[in-house]
């Protein structure tokens, strides 16, 4: 796989918990008990697509740019989009769309709860 820093990165992000969907083989990645990152494994156990969470203009633009962006996999296909995990996007544009799927999740949570797990309360 070429994303192997997603794990680390996305685990340094405050409030960010992980565990196993394994009906789905998914690891799932949440904030405030809201997911916000998947990473969708094949029956081998390797990552296939990395899904994220961002606003449908950034989504549809993301789709246009890489022919490895594509819809939300089992996703709703306006908010969620899929990164094949072996695919063509740069890391530093991967990590971007990390951050802002994170702080649009974030963003979602109560004002209590964002100041909890920010460390602000």
Not at 46 to 72: A, D, H, S
Not at 97 to 110: N, Q
């Amino acid at each position: 796989m070429k994303y192997e820093w997603m794990d680390e990165y996305l685990l340094t992000k405050p409030g960010v918990t992980k565990d196993l969907q394994a009906d789905w083989n998914w690891i799932r990645y949440h904030v405030g008990e809201k997911m916000f990152a998947a990473i969708c494994l094949n029956d081998a156990d390797v990552p296939v697509y990395i899904t994220l969470k961002l606003e449908p203009l950034e989504g549809e633009f993301w789709r246009g740019q890489y022919e490895n962006v594509i819809p939300g996999y089992y996703m709703n296909r306006l908010h969620w989009n899929s990164i094949r995990a072996g695919g063509a996007v740069p890391d530093d544009i991967l990590r971007d769309m990390m951050d802002k799927s994170y702080a649009l999740v974030l963003r979602g949570l109560t004002k209590k709860k964002q100041k909890e797990i920010l460390g602000m309360e």
